[in-house]
């Protein structure tokens, strides 16, 4: 099979990846849970996770890191943690529906409102964005990159016109291991991370980074191994938000995935650019097809048949060609509206960095035949 899945999970794991899920499987405890030597090991390998995170965004400190299951997890944690009732929240239609559902549940429960920024060909302008902000705006949500199209937001021009108190949560659930995100220099309050795509880790590994000035309120409630004596969730961070065990092998991928990432992002940036230029010119050269998509690092590259349906599409990439893309709406119905591509949606290939023109070559030769 050639896979070009990777915006919905990474199909390349790194031998260190495979090595640290089954050296965890082999030797795993329940870290931060027992005082024997094996328990203190994995609550170790724990720490040096949350404190490569924290260098690898440039976070605020290895406490202000919290794991989760999932990307959706860290921003469900981050939005009804995060926000009180009379709050507004400024958003944009490139959304990702781990943001816009939360919202929508926290606007149909009578305690927040919210205002979606349209595309202005194909872009999200700052200015735009800034223009929805009211006196009650306490956050504005956007994504790193758009899982549709690619399209990464000006996030530092963004941070740098919002007035000083509304907090910036990034949806880093495609950006992350791809784009250069500091959050310290691009302001962000809170980064969503997804362990199992660009950061190359397996599924169950994720996590929430977040600033000094934001405070999010527990979600879930019970052990942590720490102030037992307590019948409330200790105040301190990260085992106010950790509520039960953590996935040890999972976060131990995390931490491999990232050691990887840390050392080749640059390169695995270019070889995506590469890829998604290279079927961005190929398109072109195809009457039937439609390109929504500009070349980009993610790997991000969406586009239609002016006869086949998305879905139709994908199942006979698959079917006749042993390809495996995604058709349909992606999880993220605004953008879809703003492109005019809704309900059908689109057909997405998403590359990984391990692959080369020939898969592109594959796709299109593809694509002619259909």
């Keep these: 099979m050639i896979y070009l899945d990777n915006a919905a999970t990474g199909g390349y794991k790194p031998m260190s990846v495979q090595n640290a899920a089954?050296?965890?499987?082999?030797?795993?405890?329940?870290?931060?849970?027992?005082g024997h030597r094996l328990s203190l090991a994995c609550a170790e390998q724990v720490l040096s996770c949350r404190e490569l995170l924290s260098d690898l965004f440039h976070g605020y400190g290895y406490e202000r890191v919290a794991f989760t299951r999932s990307c959706t997890e860290a921003l469900n944690l981050a939005l009804f943690g995060g926000l009180s009732r009379?709050?507004?929240?400024?958003?944009?239609?490139?959304?990702?529906?781990?943001?816009?559902?939360?919202?929508?549940?926290?606007?149909?429960?009578?305690?927040?409102?919210?205002d979606v920024v349209p595309l202005e060909n194909g872009k999200i302008v700052p200015e735009t964005l800034v223009s929805f902000v009211k006196k009650n705006t306490r956050m504005c949500a956007v994504t790193s990159a758009s899982n549709v199209t690619g399209e990464a937001p000006d996030l530092f021009a963004i941070r740098s016109l919002?007035?000083?108190?509304?907090?910036?949560?990034?949806?880093?659930?495609?950006?992350?291991?791809?784009?250069?995100?500091?959050?310290?220099?691009?302001?962000?309050?809170?980064?969503?991370?997804?362990?199992?795509?660009?950061?190359?880790a397996m599924q169950g590994a994720a996590a929430l980074l977040f600033s000094d000035?934001?405070?999010?309120?527990p979600l879930l409630f019970g052990g942590t191994g720490s102030e037992s004596f307590r019948l409330g969730m200790p105040e301190f961070y990260p085992d106010r938000?950790?509520?039960?065990?953590?996935?040890?092998?999972?976060?131990?991928?995390?931490?491999?995935?990232?050691?990887?990432?840390?050392?080749?992002?640059?390169?695995?940036?270019?070889?995506?650019f590469e890829l998604t230029a290279a079927l961005h010119a190929a398109l072109?050269?195809?009457?039937?097809?439609?390109a929504y998509f500009s070349p980009n690092g993610c790997g991000i590259a969406a586009f239609s048949h002016k006869d086949i349906p998305s879905e139709e599409l994908a199942g006979l990439l698959s079917e006749k060609y042993d390809i495996a893309v995604r058709g349909g709406l992606h999880c993220a119905p605004l953008v879809h509206k703003a492109l005019q591509t809704f309900p059908d949606g689109l057909v997405r290939a998403s590359f990984s960095p391990d692959?080369?023109?020939?898969?592109?070559?594959?796709?299109?030769?593809?694509?002619?035949?259909?």
């Design 213 to 217: 000035r934001f405070c999010p309120r």
């Design 22 to 34: 089954a050296a965890a499987l082999k030797n795993c405890a329940n870290p931060g849970r027992s």
């Design 241 to 272: 938000l950790e509520a039960g065990t953590l996935s040890y092998p999972a976060i131990c991928t995390l931490f491999e995935g990232a050691l990887y990432v840390k050392a080749k992002r640059k390169e695995h940036y270019d070889r995506l």
């Design 86 to 114: 009379g709050d507004h929240v400024v958003t944009t239609c490139l959304e990702h529906n781990s943001v816009l559902r939360p919202l929508e549940a926290l606007k149909t429960s009578g305690i927040i409102e919210y």
């Design 355 to 370: 692959q080369t023109l020939r898969e592109v070559d594959a796709l299109v030769c593809a694509l002619k035949a259909l």
């Design 162 to 200: 919002l007035p000083k108190d509304v907090l910036l949560l990034v949806d880093g659930a495609q950006g992350a291991g791809h784009l250069p995100i500091d959050m310290q220099k691009l302001g962000i309050d809170a980064l969503a991370i997804a362990g199992h795509k660009g950061l190359f």
């Design 284 to 290: 072109f050269s195809l009457p039937q097809y439609k």
